[in-house]
């Protein structure tokens, strides 16, 4: 093709390409960073749960068969309700959820800023 034997098209279109794989390569480090995050939260948050149903005197057995239901109830989901826990309440009421709405929207916009400066960049010192 004519058009890659301008050096200028030849360096941009280099840029572009390693430009889409960084992208990709962040986006799956973010992913996987993200992944990590909320197990760690998940599990925090479990803690905090089996910690309190101890203190009061509840038997392990129960707690296990608690933790490792997939299951809901009715009433388990009214008394959640009850309590304004449901799909639509504010993730900063949920102190765990809130940890990693933070830590996500942070990293979102710190890996945002970063691809959009090396981008203007590079277009501001290739269009020179």
């Known amino acids: 093709m004519s058009i890659f034997r301008d050096r200028q098209i030849k360096n941009f279109s280099l840029f572009i390409i390693i430009y889409v794989v960084l992208f990709f390569g962040v986006?799956?480090?973010?992913?996987?960073?993200?992944i990590s995050a909320s197990k760690s939260m998940y599990i925090e948050h479990d803690r905090a749960i089996v910690s309190s149903l101890l203190e009061q005197g509840i038997s392990k057995e129960v707690i296990a068969n608690a933790v490792s239901s997939k299951e809901s109830s009715t009433a388990g989901i009214e008394?959640?309700?009850d309590w304004g826990i449901t799909q639509n309440?504010?993730?900063?009421?949920?102190?765990?959820?809130?940890?990693?709405?933070?830590?996500f929207l942070s990293m979102m916009f710190g890996g945002?800023?970063?691809?959009t400066a090396v981008l203007c960049f590079v277009i501001f010192f290739s269009c020179r």
């Open 89 to 103: 309440v504010m993730g900063s009421l949920l102190p765990h959820f809130s940890q990693f709405q933070y830590h």
């Open 27 to 34: 986006a799956a480090w973010f992913s996987q960073t993200q």
């Open 79 to 81: 008394l959640l309700n």
């Open 112 to 115: 945002c800023i970063s691809l």
